[in-house]
């Protein structure tokens, strides 16, 4: 395979998605993010939420009825996972692209040429980009990011077996909080 | 403080003082290093090779006799602490500099204005660069590894109560072993 992939992966409300656009758009790569989760629900059958939902965050209640649920076959995520393995090995098959999360660092990391990279930033950088680009919520900001976090890492840890958030997972991880929006896509940029 | 400091973390065998000398040379600031541990010794009264080894790493048997011995009052480790945070503060009020491990950035967290950059790199590339640089020895460079891995983590984790590693605890992580000693020199110039 000798197409070249970068796998971001991001904090919720750290702008890695902004990031993974722009970054593509410089490059001339396509981005897959939202385009992801329609592909999944087509293959699926599920609804577009539903798999925004499932793809990468652990439901609520998810450590405690992991294995219990598990009793009776596969789970919903799991047929999920199966699909999103599937979808992610094609697309990077078939051209260089930027894909955000979705343990796309996790699912080619023998197949492909990647560079992997973490986007986060401090939680009142998150806090406040939440509020501007998704708007007010009943719950506080704060609230969502600390269920989205622990969410996120659990579904991850789940899957990938790998520590959420570590270094050593990475080639490059950037605090977009302090560093920018426009540095990181440079910087990635740059590196690619 | 309006001085600009680079600190560099990382892990042993990764060229991450390679990394520092470079940068700072590229930036024609000074670099701190050996002249660090000079410093110390010289302030402490210890031998530099005694700094060298208690500066950043938790002695054998650390973990199990750290809170005996302090029955005592300070350990020499908790004395050179002190130094070092004196020294390395004094030094950021100076001048703009790269500071390469030794805590700088928790040491100067919230008083100078820093980039703090962790260079990782995987084990094979970590081992083969400790004999290409340091030579060999009597145990094998991995285990070398195992042991310095283990005890920078843990006087990290002593003194800075910190995550060793985490992509959080800095701006930019960069995994030398993929990208090289060169694009990581001029990936820090650059974001600084």
């Given at each position: 395979m000798k197409n070249r992939i970068i796998t971001i992966s991001r904090e919720f409300g750290s702008g890695g998605r902004t990031i993974g656009k722009q970054t593509a758009e410089k490059l001339e790569i396509p981005c897959y993010d939202a385009e992801l989760i329609h592909k999944m629900a087509v293959e699926s059958g599920f609804s577009e939420d539903y798999v925004k939902e499932s793809g990468e965050e652990a439901p609520g209640g998810f450590l405690t009825n992991a294995f219990t649920t598990r009793a009776f076959g596969p789970t919903n995520g799991d047929l999920l996972w199966e699909i999103q393995y599937k979808i992610i090995t094609e697309l990077a098959e078939k051209s260089s692209c930027v894909i955000v999360g979705r343990c796309a660092d996790y699912i080619l990391r023998d197949k492909a040429d990647c560079l992997n990279v973490f986007i986060h930033a401090n939680k009142k950088f998150r806090a406040k980009r939440l509020v501007d680009v998704y708007g007010e919520r009943d719950i506080s900001p704060e609230q969502r990011l600390r269920d989205k976090d622990k969410r996120r890492e659990a579904y991850h840890r789940f899957y990938t077996g790998m520590k959420w958030g570590?270094?050593?997972?990475?080639?490059v991880t950037l605090d977009s909080g302090v560093l920018g929006i426009e540095k990181c896509v440079n910087l990635i940029t740059q590196l690619y």
């Open positions: 570590y270094a050593e997972n990475y080639h």
